[in-house]
């Protein structure tokens, strides 16, 4: 049984530019969300899909939007990079949507800005 | 806004020693997730807890919920070098501000087992 994988594992992408991530769930599962782990902090929350439409939202400007295909994959999308987005981006996938429910979270994507 | 604090940030005692490591909110939280991450990688889930009062052993790993569902703790016997790592917990279904915002983290505690 597959666990949550990501793509790609490492970027480095320059200021200004955009990234797409991709991440693929857990079988079985139809929920997906995004989280950004900068060095040395816990994961934060960026949104999450279901049903191919974003149901919830953390405190992230609109440079960071996202998107779910039928089968569950979802992609996260940042535009006009900042220095500050390098970090870890974590995908997690659930059954249920919301908070309440257990989270598998894939291995990540290492983002550089330069 | 909803927060975990987790203490200790840092933790770093021998072999064979017990240790208790904390999280604490001033929201409830309708469950509670702890998760342990290797570096590079993404965390693992070790456990949740969904009653208030609710106490889950895993192996050496003891984890509560606290009757108020406003903190969790988590207790380790007889600490192996394989513990080493960044311990995380992290609430769902958050009530108080009003609805759920995906899950809340703390920042961690950061473990090292000295052989």
């Known amino acids: 049984d597959a666990g949550v994988t990501q793509s790609p594992t490492h970027l480095i992408k320059t200021r200004g530019q955009q990234v797409t991530l991709r991440c693929s769930p857990k079988?079985?599962?139809?929920?997906v969300s995004w989280y950004q782990q900068a060095l040395g902090q816990g994961p934060q929350f960026i949104f999450q899909?279901?049903?191919?439409?974003?149901?919830q939202r953390g405190n992230f400007p609109d440079r960071f939007s996202g998107h779910q295909f039928p089968n569950y994959s979802s992609e996260l999308n940042v535009n006009a990079l900042l220095l500050g987005d390098s970090a870890l981006y974590l995908c997690?996938?659930?059954?249920?949507?919301?908070?309440?429910?257990?989270?598998?979270f894939g291995q990540g994507t290492r983002l550089t800005v330069v | 806004t909803q927060l975990l604090e987790q203490s200790p940030q840092f933790l770093s005692i021998q072999e064979g020693e017990n240790l208790t490591v904390y999280c604490n909110s001033s929201?409830?939280?309708?469950?509670l997730q702890w998760y342990r991450q290797e570096p590079g990688e993404g965390p693992v889930l070790l456990v949740t807890?969904?009653?208030?009062?609710e106490v889950k052993k895993l192996k050496r790993l003891t984890f509560q919920f606290g009757d108020a569902r406003k903190d969790s703790s988590l207790h380790i016997t007889a600490a192996q070098t394989g513990d080493t790592g960044l311990y995380l917990c992290?609430?769902?279904?958050?009530?108080?501000?009003?609805?759920?915002?995906?899950?809340?983290f703390g920042k961690g505690t950061h473990l090292i087992i000295q052989p």
């Open positions: 807890v969904v009653t208030g009062g």
């Open positions: 997690a996938s659930s059954l249920v949507p919301g908070g309440a429910t257990e989270a598998f």
């Open positions: 992290a609430g769902g279904g958050a009530w108080s501000g009003g609805g759920a915002d995906g899950l809340t």
């Open positions: 899909y279901y049903e191919e439409e974003e149901r």
């Open positions: 929201s409830v939280f309708s469950s």
């Open positions: 079988s079985g599962h139809d929920t």
